[in-house]
């Protein structure tokens, strides 16, 4: 099976059409069309990994066909999210965390830059990549 059918099996199983997969992981549909095609356009490891997660499928599966295709109880377990766990108990801590998982995956970065921006500002410290 090559990787283009293993994607579309992928979002198939999840029940997803091309625009929902591509609104989940925050590319166009005709990136996900593209990638369901047999032709020389490929997702990038990151693509690939949020298609996993949007898909609820293994990674490995997705991009080498190894493997099972279906997440194990463990890994699901694994998969819960941090925001919906009881890790955060800051409600303005937990809207920041789910504002930026509803962002477009392109966003995110820019998104992180600005709030570290404005927490130096605020304190005084360099806050971000020299961590």
């Known amino acids: 099976m090559t990787p283009q059918q293993r994607i579309r099996m992928a979002r198939r199983h999840a029940g997803l059409s091309q625009t929902a997969l591509a609104s989940a992981i925050g590319v166009q549909r005709s990136a996900v069309s593209h990638w369901e095609t047999n032709n020389d356009k490929h997702p990038s490891v990151t ?74 500002l605020r304190t005084g410290r360099k806050i971000g990549s020299a961590r």
Do not use: N
């Open 47 to 120: 693509h690939m990994r949020e298609v996993a997660l949007a898909c609820g499928v293994q990674f490995e599966w997705l991009a080498t066909g190894r493997g099972k295709m279906g997440l194990s109880s463990d890994t699901a377990l694994d998969s819960v999210a941090a925001a919906e766990a009881l890790l955060i108990e800051d409600p303005i801590e937990l809207r920041l965390i789910l504002a930026f998982r509803d962002a477009p995956t392109r966003s995110r970065a820019p998104l992180v830059e600005v709030v570290e921006q404005l927490a130096s």
